[in-house]
């Protein structure tokens, strides 16, 4: 008998401490009681009543990523692409996620192609390669819209990789290339052009500067003529005054020794010789200075006798 007890003692024991559960950091456990929702455990320690609830399902509320492989899209313009989708999601609600839908991961990748399809089949194959954030912000919003009622929230939706058709990806790598070699070209006859008008200008900054020297070299030239003028005209002036007042000097020494009327005469001959100095044809002598020139003629004939 006290063996039976000790043995239900520890089958109690053992029930008792199986119904304890301790949930961990962002992790929820769905409780259901005698087949129906009971709560949803949090952070914790929680116990249950042995063989009326049990764990309906373990849910973890970290955010979590699909990553489906790739699947064949038609575009608007009728191209056959490969497509692969990454999704990142957060479970909000355990409850509508262990209730709202049956597999609930194979429902997000259904989800997620059909949208896809509906998404690319409305744009053309230029459009699809260029609008990976339209496409995404369209994806995330239908997705999220439709998972609520899941308990599922879509955070981000992303085109990992969008692959052509092999021909028309030689298509557009020759297009691209023609691309580049256009833009090349263009910045060719740009650098050519902008190198054409930096030579021009410089040549005219070149021409204007030149004119400006020799402008100026012509100014200095003219001022130096000009200054060699005048003071060649100073000179002259000089001589002239240097001349006069020797001559005025000479005259008022004359005076003073109070010459007689031949000297004064014998001084005009001088000055008639210094007016001729070869120069002359004709010169014209007062009759009163012709005495005296036949004198000066006589004394001149008898020293050379």
Known sequence: MGIIILIIVVVA?????????????????????LGAFHCVWGVGLHFRI?????????????????????QPVITKDNVTMQIDTVVYFQITDPKLYCYGVEQPMMAMETLTATTLRNIIGDLELDQTLTSRDVVNTKMRAI????????????????????????????????QM??????????????????????????????????????????????????????????????????VQQALADSLEMLNQKAPNEQVIKLKSIEAMQKVADGKATK????????????????????IKN
């Open 13 to 33: 024991f053992i029930i008792a401490i199986s119904s304890i559960s301790v949930v961990q950091q962002s992790r929820a456990y769905v409780i259901e009681r």
């Open 177 to 242: 290339k023609a691309e580049r070699d256009r833009r090349q070209s263009i910045l060719q006859a740009e650098g050519q052009k902008k190198s054409a008008i930096l030579i021009a200008e410089g040549e005219k900054e070149s021409a204007i500067l030149r004119a400006s020297a020799e402008k100026e070299a012509a100014i200095l030239r003219a001022e130096a003529e000009r200054q060699s003028a005048i003071l060649k005209a100073e000179g002259e002036a000089e001589a002239i005054r240097q």
């Open 143 to 174: 997705l999220d819209e439709a998972t609520d009622p899941w308990g599922i929230k879509v955070n981000r939706v992303e085109l990992k990789n969008i692959l052509p058709p092999a021909d028309i990806q030689s298509s557009m790598e020759k």
């Open 283 to 302: 010169i014209i002598i007062p009759s009163e200075m012709q005495g005296l020139v036949g004198m000066a003629n006589g004394i001149v004939e008898g």
């Open 50 to 70: 042995p063989f009326l609830d049990r764990i309906a399902r373990r849910v973890s509320l970290k955010e979590q990523v699909l990553d489906y492989p790739p």
